[in-house]
């Protein structure tokens, strides 16, 4: 079994009930969701072994999150108890026009407050073949991006995989430097690089010829320009990805995604995705198939099938987490897609 390192902010998720509003609120569901434990619950699910590393404060709300990573699968022995809060995110969902708004309390979190030798990385990377980070955790705080530069440095240097999800947040680059300066640093040490029709160009400029992102509609080539262009910016990266979203509205998106090899642009079919439950942790669930199929050995084309299937499925799941087994990815990558019942 592989194992598969991920390290970033796990934060509790307040959702009004039945897409209410923020100001009708009078409950709030609660679960648990970041970037990097996504992705670990997704690879857990794929019967990876899934290391999580994260900062969770030691009291009862902290032992709360890591039951719910634990209960998925997840591997959280190397989780730091430490500081005093979980950070928090209010997500108010969408529906139809009216996109969905998302509002931190994060400040202060324990991860936040996180430095440079607080995590043992040799022990973390004992015997582990992939790290992988996303650049909403530099974001958070310098002590997040040092500690993070720090873990990249030792992966490259053992000869890990390491893989980015560049993950542009634009409320959360706040603590003094540009994200593009940070970034560069942590980028330049990574295998495989994956991001959405904006984060190349929010983060480091890179932009597609001839495409107005604005306009929601996507056309899969224009994106081979931003591979190619980091590529040539990160010379040690294998492989580019990008998933592509067409909003239709908030609740209807068309939904693929490509995969560049530095000759090749593979693209994978395209998903109508007509009544979305949750599109939070889209991205990452398209981030956990892509590592499950490459470590797997599947070919490209069918390692980028295989992450566009999952992260549609991810669609109409409640909450951050992809709970899909391989069985039901594949046979979605290779089938018709209808939701037909399952006898």
């Given at each position: 079994?592989?194992?598969?390192?991920?390290?970033?902010?796990?934060?509790?998720?307040?959702?009004?009930?039945?897409?209410?509003?923020?100001?009708?609120?009078?409950?709030?569901?609660?679960?648990?969701?970041?970037?990097?434990?996504?992705?670990?619950?997704?690879?857990?699910?794929?019967?990876?072994?899934?290391?999580?590393?994260?900062?969770?404060?030691?009291?009862?709300?902290?032992?709360?999150?890591?039951?719910?990573?634990?209960?998925?699968?997840?591997?959280?022995?190397?989780?730091?108890?430490?500081?005093?809060?979980?950070?928090?995110?209010?997500?108010?969902?969408?529906?139809?026009?009216?996109?969905?708004?998302?509002?931190?309390?994060?400040?202060?979190?324990?991860?936040?407050?996180?430095?440079?030798?607080?995590?043992?990385?040799?022990?973390?990377?004992a015997g582990a073949d992939w790290f992988h980070w996303t650049g909403i955790t530099p974001a958070i705080s310098a002590?997040t991006a040092e500690t993070l530069q720090e873990a990249v440095e030792i992966a490259a240097e053992m000869g890990i995989?390491?893989?980015?999800?560049?993950?542009?947040?634009?409320?959360?680059?706040?603590?003094?430097?540009?994200?593009?300066?940070?970034?560069?640093?942590?980028?330049?040490?990574?295998?495989?690089?994956?991001?959405?029709?904006?984060?190349?160009?929010?983060?480091?400029?890179?932009?597609?010829?001839?495409?107005?992102?604005?306009?929601?509609?996507?056309?899969?080539?224009?994106?081979?320009?931003?591979?190619?262009?980091?590529?040539?910016?990160?010379?040690?990266?294998?492989?580019?990805?990008?998933?592509?979203?067409?909003?239709?509205?908030?609740?209807?998106?068309?939904?693929?995604?490509?995969?560049?090899?530095?000759?090749?642009?593979?693209?994978?079919?395209?998903?109508?995705?007509?009544?979305?439950?949750?599109?939070?942790?889209?991205?990452?669930?398209f981030c956990g198939g892509l590592i499950y199929a490459l470590l797997s050995g599947k070919s490209d084309q069918e390692?980028?099938?295989?992450?566009?299937?999952?992260?549609?499925?991810?669609?109409?799941?409640?909450?951050?987490?992809?709970?899909?087994?391989?069985?039901?990815?594949?046979?979605?990558?290779?089938?018709?897609?209808?939701?037909?019942?399952?006898?």
């Amino acid at each position: 079994m592989a194992t598969v390192v991920t390290y970033g902010e796990i934060m509790l998720r307040l959702t009004p009930p039945g897409f209410e509003r923020f100001v009708q609120a009078r409950s709030f569901d609660v679960v648990y969701g970041g970037g990097e434990a996504n992705v670990a619950v997704s690879l857990a699910n794929y019967g990876i072994d899934a290391r999580f590393v994260t900062a969770l404060p030691p009291h009862e709300i902290g032992d709360a999150c890591e039951n719910y990573l634990r209960q998925y699968g997840v591997d959280t022995s190397y989780i730091l108890r430490q500081g005093d809060r979980l950070g928090i995110y209010f997500l108010e969902m969408g529906a139809m026009q009216r996109g969905s708004k998302v509002i931190y309390d994060r400040a202060y979190s324990a991860l936040s407050e996180i430095k440079p030798g607080d995590i043992d990385w040799r022990s973390v990377f004992a015997g582990a073949d992939w790290f992988h980070w996303t650049g909403i955790t530099p974001a958070i705080s310098a002590g997040t991006a040092e500690t993070l530069q720090e873990a990249v440095e030792i992966a490259a240097e053992m000869g890990i995989t390491i893989s980015c999800d560049l993950n542009y947040r634009s409320k959360l680059w706040k603590w003094g430097k540009q994200p593009g300066e940070v970034m560069e640093g942590l980028v330049e040490h990574a295998d495989y690089a994956i991001g959405n029709e904006e984060d190349a160009d929010k983060v480091f400029g890179i932009r597609p010829e001839g495409v107005d992102v604005e306009a929601g509609e996507l056309d899969a080539a224009a994106y081979e320009s931003v591979c190619q262009q980091l590529m040539a910016r990160f010379p040690k990266l294998q492989k580019v990805a990008i998933t592509l979203r067409t909003s239709i509205s908030a609740s209807h998106n068309l939904w693929s995604g490509v995969l560049y090899d530095g000759e090749t642009l593979f693209q994978a079919k395209e998903y109508d995705v007509s009544h979305m439950v949750d599109r939070v942790g889209g991205g990452d669930s398209f981030c956990g198939g892509l590592i499950y199929a490459l470590l797997s050995g599947k070919s490209d084309q069918e390692a980028v099938e295989f992450a566009v299937a999952a992260s549609c499925f991810k669609h109409s799941i409640y909450g951050d987490f992809n709970l899909m087994s391989v069985d039901e990815v594949e046979k979605l990558a290779g089938g018709p897609g209808t939701g037909r019942v399952q006898r």
